[in-house]
């Protein structure tokens, strides 16, 4: 926001140092980026950078209420008064708003017998300083409010505008618009748009129409003064690459009662510049609440944020300078915060504008400070310890988009209950939201191949959407990682993950096809009996949609379960005093045999101190069969008492031999 010390003296009183204000508002929060002396005026114009919550500070009567408070400077009133006639505004316009959530509040006053011509110097000089070009006096006045009060305002040619009515809508599909800076706008239906009975005359908030533009051959002039929706105003702005000084302001918050006063302030500029009469009162709908909005300070919780004691009087002083009707009671500072600053909402809000007031410089430095320290809540420890186990197996961390195209929604999940997108926009190219984490996770996985970093193993925590049989959305976090082409990899690293949440949990894949997952390599996780996810290679089918090369393994997991039956309390085990005996055992099986069913037989035979049964390798190709492969595993001994003999051990391992050529048609391999 660029200020002119020469404007900016309308509304302080006494003469004012550019650099003593640059410095008053740098140390109170707004960043002066600049101090400019123009040759051609002499004048000096600081351009001062306000930040998004401070949108009363994008105006002139903002800037002087800041440099009063910081300053100790008293403020100088601005009349917004004009002569009326005895005619109504209303009896010549009405105003409808057909979309009262994106426009709130409308008003219209009306001038006659106006002298469209140049603009006085003084203006069209202050204007300049703001970097603005001088168009007509009716035009310059609208520019000259905004900035002097930061509310928007529009000057419509009233004789343009047809039926003598304004409508406030959304704009129809495909209608279009010439806007002041003579391009066509093709128009959608999110936009509002200012209407006669007829077309569109503007866009709301963004910029006027060209066929309702004031000229010279006008005489009468509707000025428009309102509040809209500042998402409206922005997604309109932006969808149309268009960016104007009011709608950079609609897009903050400001000041709802400036809608009536500035408006009150361009007709009484009009008549004074313009001439010609003004309508009495105005045509209006809608309404705007402009009371102001208690709350408290405790002096007790301002000690605890800013970490000095200040006098109550001093606290009431640095509050009733920012006009905010402060009243020490009960040991608490009571304000009622005007409209204007929509910024002030909490008691940490009001402790700063203290330390703003006071000056951040008054607050010591500390050599020490007291910190507690608050023990992490149950489900933060468990996402801390899954990410360790994932960033120690090798695997990245990723974040990607809640949306999934067409060809990859039904991937990974059961059939149906995608739930596509509402807003038409933006439903071309990623129409969906996610049912699984995967599919963004291997384009994710495709991006670094196509940059040159082939395998890249990521895990994402995120939630996932779905639309269930009664039509109610089903979200749900989960947790999912693409690993490398190493299929017992990336099981091997969810079975760690497992264990370090619970060692005593038994942990089983058991075969089930998912969509998504190649045919055959896919298998169901289950976490002490619960079914908590899915884990395989992933189908060509996939692979060829995403134009991957490699064929990478991965995992999708219910986070809810991992959360809910995590344990925090280390479980300790003492170790084992005596050695283990390891058999291997390779067995010929079927193809159609698996190892979980081998794993599961050997299980249930209670075999006398069997500890564990692990699995090393399968192979297939000659001399085996066509049909048969041959599986591998480790039987582990263990006892308790005293040291195994081979003689102990043979027997169970026969017994388990014998068990799988009954059951499963197994042979031992030579």
């Known amino acids: 926001m660029r200020i002119s010390l020469e404007w900016m003296a309308e509304y302080l009183e006494g003469p004012l140092d550019a650099r003593a204000a640059a410095e008053a508002l740098t140390h109170g929060g707004l960043n002066v980026e600049l101090i400019e002396t123009l040759p051609e005026t002499g004048d000096t114009v600081i351009d001062v950078e306000v930040t998004s919550n401070r949108g009363d500070c994008l105006s002139y009567?903002?800037?002087?209420?800041?440099?009063?408070?910081?300053?100790k400077r008293p403020l100088k009133s601005v009349v917004a008064d004009a002569p009326q006639a005895a005619e109504q505004a209303t009896a010549v316009t009405s105003v409808t708003i057909d979309a009262p959530d994106l426009c709130p509040y409308y008003t219209a006053r009306i001038v006659r017998n106006v002298r469209v011509g140049p603009t006085p110097d003084w203006m069209v000089r202050r204007l300049a300083a703001m970097g603005q070009r001088s168009v007509n006096n009716v035009a310059d006045i609208t520019n000259y409010v905004m900035f002097e009060t930061g509310q928007p305002l529009h000057a419509f040619d009233f004789d343009a505008i047809r039926g003598r009515r304004i409508i406030v809508r959304k704009a129809r599909a495909g209608e279009k618009m010439y806007s002041i800076d003579g391009h066509e706008r093709i128009l959608e239906p999110h936009m509002l748009v200012i209407a006669d009975a007829e077309r569109p005359v503007a866009l709301a908030g963004v910029m006027g129409g060209l066929e309702s533009e004031v000229s010279g051959k006008t005489t009468k002039v509707l000025i428009e003064s309102a509040r809209f929706d500042p998402l409206c105003v922005r997604r309109t702005a932006r969808g149309l690459g268009m960016k104007s000084e009011s709608s950079y302001r609609f897009e903050r918050a400001i000041d709802p009662a400036m809608v009536d006063f500035a408006s009150r302030r361009c007709a009484q500029l009009m008549l004074q510049i313009a001439g010609g009469e003004l309508l009495s009162g105005m045509a209006s709908a809608g309404r705007v609440n402009t009371a102001g909005r208690a709350l408290s300070l405790r002096l007790s919780k301002l000690r605890r944020v800013?970490?000095?004691?200040?006098?109550?009087?001093?606290?009431?002083?640095?509050?009733?300078?920012?006009?905010?009707?402060?009243?020490?009671?009960?040991?608490?500072?009571?304000?009622?915060?005007?409209?204007?600053?929509?910024?002030?909402?909490?008691?940490?809000?009001?402790a700063e504008e203290v330390a703003r007031l006071i000056g951040y410089e008054r607050i010591p430095v500390r050599d020490e400070i007291h910190i507690r320290l608050t023990p992490p809540e149950p489900e933060a420890r468990t996402l801390d310890d899954i990410r360790t186990v994932l960033v120690g197996a090798g695997y990245f961390e990723a974040i990607t988009v809640t949306f999934v195209s067409d060809i990859l929604k039904d991937d990974f999940v059961p059939a149906d209950g995608s739930l596509p997108r509402a807003d038409p926009m933006t439903r071309k190219a990623d129409a969906h939201l996610r049912p699984s984490l995967l599919p963004g996770l291997l384009e994710s996985v495709r991006h670094n191949e196509t940059a040159g970093t082939a395998g890249a193993k990521l895990f994402e925590i995120g939630s996932t959407f779905r639309c269930d049989k009664s039509g109610a959305i089903d979200e749900r976090r989960r947790l999912a990682l693409v690993g490398s082409d190493d299929l017992h990899e990336v099981r091997g690293t969810v079975e760690a993950l497992l264990s370090r949440l619970d060692a005593d949990r038994a942990i089983r894949v058991v075969p089930e096809q998912r969509r998504g997952f190649a045919p055959g390599v896919c298998g169901r996780i289950e976490w002490g009996g619960q079914a908590v996810g899915h884990v395989g290679r992933t189908d060509s089918r996939v692979l060829s949609k995403l134009s991957l090369r490699g064929r990478p393994a991965a995992a999708e997991l219910d986070l809810l379960p991992l959360l809910k039956y995590a344990q925090h309390v280390p479980q300790l085990h003492p170790l084992p005093r005596y050695p283990a005996v390891r058999r291997d055992v390779s067995l010929i099986v079927a193809e159609a045999v698996t190892y979980r069913q081998i794993e599961t037989l050997l299980g249930g035979l209670g075999l006398a101190n069997l500890e564990q049964v692990e699995y090393v390798t399968t192979y297939r190709g000659r001399p085996l069969e066509k049909g048969t492969k041959s599986v591998t595993f480790q039987l582990v001994f263990r006892s308790a008492e005293g040291t195994l003999t081979s003689q102990q051990v043979d027997g169970a391992v026969r017994r388990a031999i014998d068990a799988a050529g009954k059951h499963l048609g197994a042979t031992v391999r030579a």
Not at 61 to 66: C, D, H, K, T
Not at 311 to 329: F, K, W, Y
């Open 306 to 350: 800013l970490g000095i004691d200040l006098s109550a009087e001093t606290v009431v002083d640095a509050l009733g300078r920012l006009h905010l009707s402060p009243a020490l009671r009960d040991g608490a500072v009571h304000v009622t915060v005007p409209s204007y600053r929509a910024d002030l909402n909490l008691e940490e809000d009001l």
């Open 61 to 71: 009567m903002g800037i002087a209420r800041e440099l009063s408070a910081l300053l």
